[in-house]
């Protein structure tokens, strides 16, 4: 069995968006550890065909090359693929010090001789999920949809510990890491509006974000942003009726389990991260024949309205998210 080691990328939602490229190795015999960043890595064990996870002791920013020298000192002779999937010079780094003699890659940040095979990006970069299988070698890969699982007690589990029932509540996930372009306004009159409970749920960073929601919701929702594990909050999304998010690496896992869900799009672009969920509905107004004046602005990719307006999310009302519920 071919032994392969994937260096993960930063982010929730690209890791979630890795998932099919992992099972795609899985179904042709190779044995799977994942290199990931502490806060990404439990995406991986929501994998069940990831065998192995090591979690990186590096931080954000620099190339920390003691670190990464350290580290290749462990793992030298114990793969023999290496998948690195995120397109900066760093991530390529840790595989070649360890010697892994077939290190597979897309081009870019002067990567050439890291790299034993190396994909070109393609001129127009396809969805995300689709460029990350592509590096499997695979035909096909446009249809590829990201799938986690959790088993069902560990699920019940969380529940009981939070006194909520299956399919009986709402989760709201109103952060979003990049930016305010990308969080929608109007998560606590969405609440108000709503006859099931509300759990929100979001990083440390995002509780102040999730307590004035609350507090304008009138104690209708539950605060737990901060408060649990990522486990636990996948095992909450799993457990919902149902899930409201913007544009965040949370939508990706609610997408990957399955679970109805409204996603609302802004500044950033669903021909580019869509929710890959048949039981998806995106709002996103660029595309809403209706709506005026048409929204030319969007998509921009920016982490503040560049023309202070804020329309592409602000015009879309609570109703009409209550109405899609």
């Known amino acids: 069995m071919t032994r392969s080691f994937v260096i993960a990328p930063q982010w929730i939602g690209d890791a979630v968006m890795t998932e099919p490229l992992l099972r795609r190795l899985r179904a042709r015999g190779e044995r799977i550890t994942v290199g990931a960043l502490p806060w ?51 991530s390529a780094l840790l595989p070649f010090l360890a010697s892994i ?13 890291l790299l034993t095979h190396r994909l070109k990006n393609p001129k127009h970069k396809p969805p995300m999920v689709a460029f990350y299988s592509a590096l499997s070698g695979e035909e096909g890969v446009e249809a590829d949809r990201p799938q986690l699982a959790l088993p069902p007690a560990q699920v019940d589990e969380v529940l009981r510990a939070q006194g909520l029932a299956r399919g009986s509540y709402v989760v709201m996930a109103p952060g979003a890491e990049y930016g305010p372009a990308k969080r ?11 006859a099931q409970p509300v759990v929100l749920l979001g990083s440390a960073k995002e509780a102040e974000l999730c307590e004035a929601i609350a507090l304008q919701a009138l104690g209708r929702t539950r605060n737990l942003a901060g408060k649990t594990s990522l486990l636990d909050a996948f095992a ?21 389990f399955g679970v109805p869900q409204v996603a609302l799009f802004g500044s950033s672009s669903p021909l580019h991260t869509p929710p890959l969920n048949e039981r998806a509905k995106v709002v996103w107004l660029k595309q809403d024949p209706e709506y005026a004046p048409p929204l030319d602005c969007s998509p921009c990719f920016e982490r503040e309205c560049p023309l202070g307006h804020f329309r592409c999310l602000n015009d879309v009302s609570a109703e009409r998210v209550r109405a899609l519920l």
Do not use: C
């Open 40 to 90: 990404v890595a439990p995406v991986y064990r929501a994998m069940p065909h990831v065998d192995a996870v090591i979690e990186f002791p590096f931080r954000h920013g620099g190339l920390q090359l003691r670190e990464r020298r350290g580290l290749a000192r462990q793992l030298e002779g114990q793969f023999d693929t290496a998948y690195v999937l995120p397109n900066s010079l760093k």
């Open 101 to 113: 003699p077939r290190r597979v890659g897309y081009l870019g940040e002067a990567r050439v001789g």
């Open 184 to 194: 929608w306004p109007h998560f606590g009159a969405l609440a108000q509006r709503l």
């Open 236 to 256: 909450l999304i799993a457990g919902a009726g149902s899930v409201v998010s913007n544009d965040s690496g949370l939508m990706h896992v609610a997408a990957a």
